[in-house]
Every structure is written in C-alpha cells, then in structure tokens.
C-alpha cells in the first residue's frame, strides 16, 4: 500500500509539471540554458545626476524650458529631511542639528546608506527558466517565456508616467495575448492594495512596452481615503518563432519620469544592431537598465 501510494504521487506531481509548463512530452523538445540578471537604482541619485546637468545640457538633450524650470524648483532635499525626521522620530523644535541646519546642508552630513534609506529605490529582475526555452519538434516552434518584475522601496518622489520595456535581437515574435503586465499598487504602511492587469503594446517586430501611471490615487472609502500608488509590478512575455532558435537576447528596461509628464515611448536609432535589443525611452524618462538575460539551446 505504501509502495503505491507514492507511486500514485510521483505521477501526480509529474502531471502537475506538465500541465504547469505546458508539457506533456518531453521527448520532442531540446531545452535551453537557463539565466537571470537583476539591478537596484535610487530615485535621488538618479535624479541628482539628471539635475546636475546645467540648464543648456537639458535643453539640448530635449527638455522645454518649461519642464526644466518645473523640476528646479522641487526641493528634494527637504523632502529628504522631513523623511529623516519622521522615520527617525526627530522634531525640529529639539534638535539643536535641526535648528541650525538647512535641509540642503544636513542632507549633506548624511551617507548614501542613509539617503536611500528615506528615498525611493527600484529593483528591477527578468529571467529565462531553463524550462521555459525550448524548441519543440513537433510543430517545428521555438518558444521562450521571459518572466520579469520591478518593486519600489518606498514611495517615489516624482509622479507621472513610467513605462517598461522589452527588445530581443532574434527573429522571435511576441504573443501579445498570452503575455501580461500585473501592476500592484499599494501605499507604504497599509494594508489595502488593488492589481491592474496590462497587456504589451507593439512598438516595432523584436519590441513591447507598456505605460502606467504613477501618480496617487485615493484607495478605499471615506472622508480621509488612504491613497496608493504602483510600488510593484510583474508579469510574462511570451515569444516564439517557427523552425529553432538557438539562441536568444533580451532586454529589459524600467523607465521612471522624473522631467516632463507627458507619456514616454520606445524609441530605435536607425541602423542600430541587434536592432531589438538597441532601443530607448523617449527623452522625458531615465532608463533603469537591466543586463542582458542570453539564452542558448545546443
């Protein structure tokens, strides 16, 4: 009885396989490798570089007069300290460093550790499961599965438009109705929390992108609503291509809208190669760039 009882499990989590990768022969299908990357970026350092730039550099890199005088004139370094001062449980009225200090020159007496411990940080992963690459003989397709996330820390300082975007350097293309975007917003110290599903826009053969919005948003109801904002975001592209693909580039970017609020876009430079992999965010985004996940199948 024992004996069959654990054979009745090894078959039962073998059919959980199979149906959770969508495979139920594996005698037809060669397997690729595996691969994963994953970077973390501050919002403050980011933004500073951006800023640091003199007022012609920005105008040359595209931004309007407008836009620039907007963004000067958002102290971040006080939001920095009011931050401090409430995570830290610090009041202005007994603290001598308080009182004798401008935001601009005790930001200036705090680490990079401590900045980013009060500022916004983004973390962006996308992978390649081994099992999630592969070519199948029988219909004589490659197909490859990308799964991907970003998460913020805490929240963003800046609020406007942000996008995501995917380039692959190989004749692969995007099933848009099988991959998604889940956009988890949430508000730092509550409970409460919606999902919004997206679908990925076609920007050309070998791109997608997909926009959200970031600025806040009451949640729930009442005369004080609590109010959220996207602090995370997941999801899956899915790719294939007919005869077999050996190999396989792709890559994932996250762009946050610090100048300018209209909606950003993938843009390509002419004559650029692998021309899917070379894109970039229209010029009112920075890019927070993740390495690029290989593939290979043998």
Known sequence: MKKKLISMCLIFIMLLSSIAYGNTNYNDKEFGDGCSSESTFNEYFMVKDLLNKSNGE?????YSVEEVEERRSINYEQIIYDRYVKMNGLKNNNSFLMR?????EFVDTLT??????VTATCTVKHSLDSRDFYYSSSDNKTYAKINFSWKWS???????IDIIG???DSKM?????????NIYYGMDGSSGSKTVLHRFKQYQTYNVSDTFDVTIYPFGTGTTPVTYYPKSGSGALN????GKNQNLGVSYQYGHTYIGLSAPSISITSGTSPIGVGFSFSKNVTAYKSPLVVGAID
């Open 58 to 62: 920005l105008y040359k890199m595209g």
């Open 100 to 104: 004798s200090m401008s935001a601009d």
């Open 112 to 117: 990079a550790e401590q900045i980013a411990s």
């Open 154 to 160: 805490q929240e963003p300082v800046f609020h406007g």
């Open 166 to 168: 995917f380039g692959w």
């Open 173 to 181: 293309y995007a099933n848009i109705n099988t991959s998604y975007v």
């Open 239 to 242: 790719l294939y291509c007919t």
